[in-house]
């Protein structure tokens, strides 16, 4: 019998005590300790009696992945390595030298240090190259971004010694770091748009992302915000507490904000409870089929209560609450506990009763099914037709948040010859090749913010870098594809180079008005929308 069989025929005894217990605490308790016995001894004979040597540990991590599967595609099992790393965006913080890094050309490049982290503080810059660590070379040796991780990546307190390159230096130069906390930001952009709308983009809800907004917000109302723009597009959740402080900001008095149910664990209502910053003024939620989870409660609150208006395309439809559960060596388990509901009761989980290869595809499946053009595609059901709470509006619930306005997706500037491109990572490399050649220039010249959003041209030589680098890695020019997509190419490299040079912001102050949910998002704002769609901006 080949381990491979052996895996599968053990698996349906541990899977059938999992489904099958019956009901009541103690018959239950009972069934766990009846089926861990019979679990048990089959690992002991295993162990003693198979042909060949039995690899355990492996064994029951398998039992345990399957399992989890076979009760919804959320439970998922954490190996005891890799507990730290998966914590680390929830946390919002990890612990290293804080650097965003690219390899290029077989070596360590900094692409910018983290702000108030120990690289920034030594005085490591954008363009430096790390050719040692530790005294190992990790130059021209094929290194990978794990190997690179595992290498500068520590507990806070440790040193590690790094070898930089730099430009126009001949001599390596020698970094102690001393390594520490640095923050992974929630908040990836704020800005005014105009002198009344503010916007801001959220990557996940951690344990930091509200000290992150608020600040944000207080910015943007003392640069006169009077309208806001809240950008979940791509955001695929984080923690459940972080949400229901976000919509706590949003809505006035004692409002529902979310409650949580599950079969051991009673309903919970989670109401909001302190004075926002953001109770008064127009509200606007952009969102797509990638915002999840904390992006769905958030939205399903927004429009539930009539607080505001969703812009975009149906959320994901995650409505399951994790609770982790540390397991004896280490490894943990995020177990499904409960479902969360919106305001107005909906439960916005989609179905996952065809397994999870099945229900990792569905998000893809749209396109095909004409979903992310026209909603018209979507079966809706009066089973899942509910209310609003303030005005009445129809709202559905079955699988993610349906927006309020709808925004087909735009293909028109797309091309093979671009979505290569974009594949092979090769603009971020493009940009980045420039930008070290160019430096100095580049830094004395674009200095001007508003000037550069505004006004810069990317160079043809930039073009011509892109075209060069596609053309090395076998994507062949196509000069139909590249008229058709030049605007979105231009303005991706722009980007780009806004980032390299100023920060994330300004990456999105470049590309968001190629973006058609962001367009639409302030469109509603000026065009009569947001005021005869009914919601009052409270």
Not at 183 to 195: E, G, L, Q, R, T
């Amino acid at each position: 019998m080949s381990k491979t069989a052996m895996k599968s025929a053990l698996l349906p005894l541990v899977l059938f005590g999992c489904i099958c217990a019956p009901i009541g605490q103690v018959a239950a308790q009972k069934t766990v300790q009846e089926q861990g016995e019979k679990f048990n001894t089959l690992l002991y004979y295993m162990n003693r009696m198979y042909v060949d040597s039995v690899d355990l540990d492996g064994l029951v991590e398998t039992a345990i992945r399957e399992m989890l599967e076979e009760l919804d595609p959320h439970s998922v099992y954490i190996p005891a390595e890799d507990l730290q790393q998966a914590d680390e965006p929830l946390n919002g913080n990890f612990e290293g030298i804080g650097v965003r890094f690219n390899i290029m050309k077989d070596t360590i490049m900094v692409v910018s240090t983290i702000a108030g982290g120990p690289s920034e503080r030594l005085g490591i810059i954008s363009g430096d190259r790390i050719v040692e660590v530790d005294g190992e070379v990790v130059a021209g040796v094929g290194i990978r971004n794990k190997g690179v991780m595992e290498r500068l990546k520590g507990p806070k307190g440790t040193h590690v010694d790094v070898g930089i390159k730099r430009s126009r230096v001949t001599d390596l130069i020698h970094f102690d770091i001393e390594r520490d906390k640095i923050p992974i930001y929630s908040v990836d952009a704020h800005y005014m748009v105009d002198s009344r709308i503010g916007y801001i983009k959220l990557n996940r809800f951690s344990k930091e992302t509200m000290g992150e907004l608020i600040a944000a917000l207080d910015e943007l109302q003392s640069a006169g915000m009077k309208d806001l723009v809240l950008d979940l597009q791509g955001n695929g959740g984080g923690m459940l507490n972080t949400a229901i402080a976000m919509g706590d900001e949003f809505l006035s008095g004692d409002r529902l904000i979310v409650y949580t149910d599950g079969r051991s664990f009673p309903r919970e209502d989670r109401v909001a409870q302190q004075e926002g910053r953001f109770e008064q003024g127009r509200l606007v939620v952009l969102v797509d089929e990638s915002s999840a989870s904390a992006s769905e409660i958030v939205s399903g609150a927004v429009q539930d209560w009539d607080r505001g208006l969703i812009v975009g395309r149906r959320t994901f439809g995650k409505g399951l609450v994790q609770r982790p559960v540390r397991l004896p060596d280490g490894s943990a388990v995020r177990l499904t506990v409960q479902q969360y509901f919106t305001p107005s009761g909906r439960c916005i989980q989609k179905p996952y009763d065809e397994g999870v290869d099945a229900y990792r595809r569905e998000k893809y499946e749209r396109f095909e099914k004409g979903e992310l053009m026209s909603l018209d595609s979507l079966e809706l059901p009066d089973s899942l037709r509910y209310e609003t709470l303030t005005q009445g509006r129809t709202v559905y619930g079955g699988g993610g948040i349906l927006p309020d306005v709808f925004v087909p997706i735009d293909t028109s500037m797309n091309s093979v010859y671009f979505t290569d491109l974009l594949r092979k990572g090769l603009f971020n490399r493009a940009v980045l090749e420039y930008v070290d050649a160019n430096r100095k220039r580049l830094e004395k010249e674009l200095t001007d913010r508003a000037a550069f959003i505004q006004d810069y041209a990317v160079p043809q030589a930039l073009s011509d870098q892109l075209v060069a680098l596609g053309e090395s890695e076998e994507i062949p020019f196509v000069e139909a594809d590249w008229n058709t997509s030049l605007p979105a190419v231009n303005m991706r490299l722009k980007a780009i180079l806004a980032r390299s040079l100023f920060d994330t912001s300004a990456f999105y102050e470049v590309f968001n008005p190629i973006n058609p949910i962001y367009r639409r998002g302030i469109e509603v704002l000026n065009d009569g929308t947001y005021k005869s769609a009914g919601v009052d901006g409270r």
